[in-house]
Nanobody, 122 residues
Framework: QVQLVESGGGLVQPGGSLRLSCAAS????????MGWLRQAPGKGRDFVAA????????DYADSVKGRFAISRDNAKNTVYLQMNSLNTEDTALYYC???????????????WGQGTQVTVSS
């Protein structure tokens, strides 16, 4: 069985930083494109960042470019999202997802974690 478990969320003040982790099991991690999406209350899931299976290629939403950094450690089957300069608009439930395709376009046929809450508030 495939399992993705996110961690590292919490409450942070504007301008602060958090690092999210996603630990994967039950899949061949180094053949999957990994990424993060987020969902604010009452909203849909929006793309945040993705990283290729080799780690050579990354992609970011315009809203997080220059502030967030995605990375992966294939030896640990873990993907990370370093979030800096957080603002209130970053408040959301953050999901990790795995896509066996080269391009990160996860859907219901792909693997998803349960999410970790990030709340940015003063």
């Amino acid at each position: 069985q495939v399992q993705l478990v996110e961690s590292g969320g919490g409450l942070v003040q504007p301008g602060g930083s958090l690092r999210l982790s996603c630990a994967a099991s039950g899949l061949t991690f180094n053949t999957h494109t990994m990424g993060w999406l987020r969902q604010a209350p009452g909203k849909g899931r929006d793309f945040v960042a993705a990283i290729s299976w080799s780690g050579q290629s990354t992609d970011y939403a315009d809203s997080v470019k220059g502030r967030f950094a995605i990375s992966r450690d294939n030896a640990k089957n873990t993907v990370y999202l370093q979030m800096n300069s957080l603002n209130t608009e970053d408040t959301a439930l953050y999901y990790c997802a795995a896509d066996h395709n080269e391009h990160f376009t996860p859907d219901a046929d792909d693997y998803w974690g349960q999410g970790t809450q990030v709340t940015v508030s003063s």
